[in-house]
């Protein structure tokens, strides 16, 4: 192993502890174009074997390349980086390559993507023809989306616009609607009755 290499052992050994069992780094001396370190390994790849750097697209005047993927020898997914290791000289000399073992975390969105999923045909359709918290719900979620805007940062102008919007579209035909839509706005149902008598008497 070129000497100047040395000090990157500890490196790839700090960052396999750190995030194991997830994280394999594997240290490449460019002189030999061979493996001359390997931390965490999952990958059975071993010290000495052939680098094989032109997998990766390697050219000398790299400095990072990647993030790209890869698959394990056992078909798990690997998403990797490497990092062009240069001399006082600015020579390239060696490449760290990280392999991160992400299949726990694709099986974790799998189970989340399956628990949030709710298919159309499931929906209720009697329930939600009467829920109107629910159209209100939606109603404003996309008005705001569309203008670029959260509740927390409408202006009084904006919540203003909104209640008579809400109002053309009849959201206010549900009992309680105008207390509802108080709260979920922040202001009292005062302010938005105000807000309904301003519009009516335009």
Request: net charge neutral; proline share 4%.
């Amino acid at each position: 192993m070129n000497p100047e290499l040395r000090p990157h052992v500890l490196v790839c050994d700090a960052i396999a502890l750190l995030f194991q069992p997830y994280a394999e780094a594997v240290l490449h001396d460019l002189a030999t174009e061979t493996v001359v370190h390997i931390s965490g390994n999952f990958s059975k790849r071993e010290i000495g074997e052939p680098s094989l750097l032109s997998e990766i697209g390697f050219k000398e005047a790299d400095g990072i390349i990647g993030p790209y993927e890869k698959v394990n020898w056992d078909g798990r997914p690997i998403k990797a980086i490497s990092a062009v290791l240069r001399d006082r000289t600015g020579k390239a000399i060696g490449v760290l390559c990280i392999n991160a073992d992400v299949s726990d975390f694709h099986a974790a969105l799998r189970t989340l993507n399956a628990l949030v999923r709710v298919p159309a045909s499931d929906k209720p359709a009697s329930l939600f023809k009467e829920d109107w918290h629910e159209r209100v719900n939606e109603y404003v979620q996309q008005w705001t989306a569309t203008r670029g805007l959260t509740i927390s940062t409408m202006s009084r102008a904006d919540k203003q616009a909104l209640v008579i919007a809400l109002s053309s579209d009849g959201a206010f035909g549900g009992k309680n609607a105008a207390s509802y839509i108080s709260r979920i706005l922040g202001m009292g149902r005062a302010t938005v009755y105000k807000y309904l008598s301003k519009d009516s008497a335009q």
